[in-house]
């Protein structure tokens, strides 16, 4: 039987994916693929819409019940975080300064999804002095409609650090320079999980490294597929994009990348924006508790 794997259409997920798509990882299963936003994924993840499923580092605490999160394949690293962005006009009307003085009460906010973990992270960040108002766009409306005026700032991800200037828009802050200043760690953006009884996670983790390794091995392979869903992405940012995103914790979170998790989930579950997950107080225990 056929493998369901939901994915965004984004470079870092195509590029990642490609081989495992294509039948390309030895021992694999046929896969059928979904494309579609993040936002999208963490609401059919809660209805065990698919096997493999790309979703939010956020929305984890609804869903581990019922799928196994994954140790590669993600989205988490370094200088990867997501912006808050506005008009120039706006942002001289925002008491900017330091990232922790930026201040949004009064304002509307757009943001890419209420699970998405961009906005748990502003939502940490902009404790005590949350915008009047919050509306989930799709994460491509954003950037125009912010520039149009009608909203006061955007919350945005991936690509969009490499092309906000092009739509006139100023970054308030940068919310990766933001938690990695604050933690030390990197930024835990996306996930992927195996449901539970219906795909084995070690040999689903097994096929992930081997499609990712290929892809590292051999950019080229994947470059029609990667181009061919980045349709409004000129291929120097498809591959800023993919250089960025798809990293050293791609092919394993490791110790750091479950520690940035942990680090997450822990502060907002503190803050009482997630359910709280039991979780381990070591290193070596991690990778047992958030996997099985």
Not at 174 to 195: Q, V, Y
Not at 212 to 230: F, G, M
């Amino acid at each position: 039987m056929a493998l369901t794997l939901a994915i965004s259409p984004c470079p870092n997920d195509t590029f990642a994916f490609d081989a495992l798509v294509h039948g390309r990882v030895p021992g694999a299963p046929p896969v059928e693929v979904t494309y579609a936003d993040v936002d999208v994924t963490n609401t059919a993840a809660e209805r065990g819409a698919f096997d493999l499923v790309k979703v939010s580092y956020a929305a984890l605490p609804w869903l581990l019940d019922d799928y196994h999160l994954l140790p590669c394949g993600g989205a988490l690293g370094r200088g990867c975080g997501p912006l808050v962005l506005t008009r120039p006009a706006q942002a001289g009307s925002a008491q900017a300064g330091s990232a922790d003085r930026v201040d949004l009460s009064g304002a509307t906010v757009a943001v890419p999804g209420d699970r998405t973990t961009a906005y748990l992270l502003f939502r940490l960040w902009s404790a005590g002095r949350p915008p009047a108002r919050i509306e989930v766009v799709p994460f491509h409306e954003i950037m125009p409609a912010v520039a149009a005026g009608r909203y006061d700032a955007g919350l945005v991800i991936h690509e969009a650090r490499f092309t906000y200037p092009r739509h006139g828009l100023t970054a308030l802050v940068d919310l990766g320079e933001w938690w990695e200043g604050d933690t030390g760690l990197p930024i835990p953006l996306g996930a992927i999980l195996a449901r539970r009884g219906a795909v084995d996670p070690v040999e689903a983790a097994g096929w992930i490294r081997e499609s990712v390794r290929q892809a590292w091995a051999d950019p080229e392979a994947s470059r029609r597929y990667v181009l061919s869903h980045a349709q409004e992405m000129e291929p120097d940012v498809v591959d800023r994009h993919i250089a960025l995103y798809v990293n050293e914790f791609t092919a394993d979170l490791g110790n750091a990348g479950l520690a940035a998790v942990e680090a997450l989930l822990g502060r907002a579950a503190d803050a009482g924006l997630v359910p709280r997950i039991a979780g381990p107080q070591t290193s070596s225990s991690r990778a047992t508790a958030w996997t099985s």
